[in-house]
DNA sequence: TACCTCATTTTTGCATTCAAAAAACGGGCA
DNA sequence: TGCCCGTTTTTTGAATGCAAAAATGAGGTA
């Protein structure tokens, strides 16, 4: 197995929760369940350290990142400053296709709205985001963007929504293909940093920011 | 020495130019030098390069990673986002000291362009941004902010400048001041754009952006 | 001379080993 | 019983060893 593909595999297993949030990270499992000696397992571990997704204590071991509520909103704040960033670039740069992917995400988005699916309207939301942060075309971005969201896609995308919120969300998701679609970037900016800051209204309503991802299973001794 | 010591100094050394750009990075002698064995030296030099400092060939082993004009522009652009949104934050945040602080700094910058000593001038411009990032009171912001800086940073500082973009410069300064002392954070989120975007094309225009860290020695065969 | 081939050396990537640190256990004592 | 201290076991962090891959270089051929 490749290097890149250990951190991957061990960054799946941490996101997904499957190594909850806290717990200790048992070497000698994980170099059995991957079929892999310490060694490249533990080049994986720092490097998921440097990205912020395991912490490592000096001779006691790693284990799995707990995020507090700050850390949800530092990294929300992070991620309208990235966001905003993609749709300033986006409007400069992106193509007649990929507007036209995103109308079409935006349009069957809408549709699972109205049926109240929120797992699909959030499958559409998300693709959105990802489009216009591709279509900004810049790798930096996008590598940082994505080790940011990663962090905070459960909160973002489990949240549920009130009526009322799902409605301005959408009607922010409006006001962001309009200003796609003029090239408009310093609005398409504003309404994102906008749209994110009541997100995380939402997700700390919801109770995500305060362990957010710790939720369900907490082995960790604190 | 500790793992994180071992990274940073590796860091300074890339960064520093000590490695330079496109070289082959010879384990066996880092191992000496260092005085660590290889397994240390590993784990950060994949640390190194999931950060973009160092590029890993499968089996042949990583080299100092060079900057290509696209790498300027694309790190210009997420420094310009995340300056902004430090810009915005630091507005809501920052104390009567770190304002002071910021205060002084400009006032020395003033001094030394009005002696035309850009190095002491380039030392007060990089407190003050700094200062304002950390202002903004987000950790995460100041991590991905310090390894996006670290990466332009031979090219932002020292890139010479001709007098009418020196004071222009200057100028824009005074707005970041004006713009922190009213707590005008969209205001200043457009002046350190703008500022960026300036700085980036004074970078280009000096022939930075083209293999901008590869100047001087470059032993890499492409 | 230019180029191809194949043996030799070096380097890489990973498994294993080893010393030191931390945790777990258990006996003694109040 | 509850707690402290010394011992054993486990775990960690780093050095070493080893097989496979790549680089090097010498010799042969056109």
Known sequence: MLHEEVVSRLRGMLL????PPGARIPERELCAALQISRTPLREALKVLAADGLVVLLPNRGSRAAK?????????FEV???LEALAGELACKRISDEQLAEISAAHAAMVKHQRRGDLTQYYRCNRTIHEAIVRAADNPILSVLYESVTSRIRRARYVTPMVPERWSLALREHEGILN????RDGSGLAHILRAHLRHKLEEVTHAGFAED????GSDNAKS
Chains 1, 2 share one sequence.
């Open 212 to 215: 957010s991802e710790a939720m």
């Open 67 to 75: 995020l507090t509520g700050h850390d949800v909103r530092n990294l």
């Open 79 to 81: 991620c309208q400053g």
């Open 179 to 182: 200003a796609l679609l003029r």
């Open 16 to 19: 997904e929760g499957e190594i």
